[in-house]
């Protein structure tokens, strides 16, 4: 359903929840090189509405709080419009609510930010959901070395169907993985894209 005020949703569009949110108006939002809505980032701190921060449901009585603005473990959610994305009615839901962010946040990171060129080498640092959107993003570009670095050697076979092109495994190197990749590459590569979730 639509609430009041609503006019880019209309009931029955199958949607993706981000919680990242995009309010559409706000400086970062019209910039190419920030997400980062004024009104909709990531706050784990707001648990309710942004209108009035009560929140929209409960259990037992007892209000639930709105983590991320999504609340996407609970059967029923409710979101600010500028939460969701509209997706193409065609896509398997079953399929798309696992991928959902995932893919596209490493994909939008490389081909819109990195923004790498046809021939160019890159490194996905990573190679979970976002890491493997990320080297799909170095594909689609025309990358014509991507190379997968991760502490998990298994992820290697599945990375290939993403463009990963090589890989490396920190721990199987008795030196720092950036000089490793510095010698494959005569001295680095020309992206790199940090997808391990890692601070």
Known sequence: SVGEGVTDLQPGDHVLPIFTGECGECPHCHS????????????????????DGESRFSINGKPIHHFLGTSTFSEYTVVHSGQVVKINPKAPLDKVCIVSCGLTTGLGATLNVAKPKKGQSVAVFGLGAVGLGAAEGARIAGASRIIGVDLNSNR?????????????????HNKPVQQVIAEMTNGGVDRSVECTGSV
């Open 32 to 51: 190419e090189e920030s997400n980062m809505c004024e009104l909709l980032r990531i706050n784990t701190e707001r648990g309710g509405m942004i209108l």
């Open 156 to 172: 290697f076979e599945e990375a290939k169907k993403f463009g990963v092109t090589e890989f490396v495994n920190p721990k199987e």
